[in-house]
């Protein structure tokens, strides 16, 4: 739970703070923030990956728990990032539900998934190592 907690936070701050915007092809939107921003955000959830599995200590246990915890994070995200419309609190919520999973998907897939992974394979490797 706390991983993919806090792969949802680190996921939720770049996109709030404007470096994990969808892109249209047609907008400036990626530019507005510093490109460190994005390296932040690559390293937070590649130390973040590599801890939590260097704690498993299992290869299978932190296999199936990076597949679980990158699910609970999307799922976390996208219910954030669609509240408001599933309070009444926006005008047209079906705008915010169809937005909220783009969003999901250009803030975890495909570079994201592909660190997170990566970090997991790492910690497994230090894990066996420094047992």
């Not at 404007?18 to 460190?36: F, R, V």
């Not at 609190?89 to 169809?98: A, D, E, M, R, T």
Request: glycine share 8%.
């Amino acid at each position: 739970m706390g991983w993919g907690t806090c792969l949802a936070a680190f996921t939720l701050q770049a996109i709030f703070q404007g470096s994990l915007l969808p892109s249209t092809g047609l907008s400036q939107a990626g530019n507005i923030t510093s490109p460190y921003a994005t390296h932040i955000f690559y390293i937070g959830i590649f130390s973040t990956s590599v801890v939590a599995s260097i704690l498993l200590e299992d290869a299978g246990r932190a296999i199936i728990s990076f597949f679980a915890t990158y699910l609970l994070a999307d799922v976390i995200i996208y219910f954030v990032l669609a509240l408001p419309g599933y309070v009444g609190s926006f005008q047209y919520p079906q705008v915010l539900f169809k937005s909220s999973t783009a969003f999901v998907l250009a803030g975890t897939f495909p570079v994201p998934l592909l660190v997170e992974l990566v970090a997991t394979i790492t910690g497994i490797a230090l894990a066996e190592r420094l047992s």
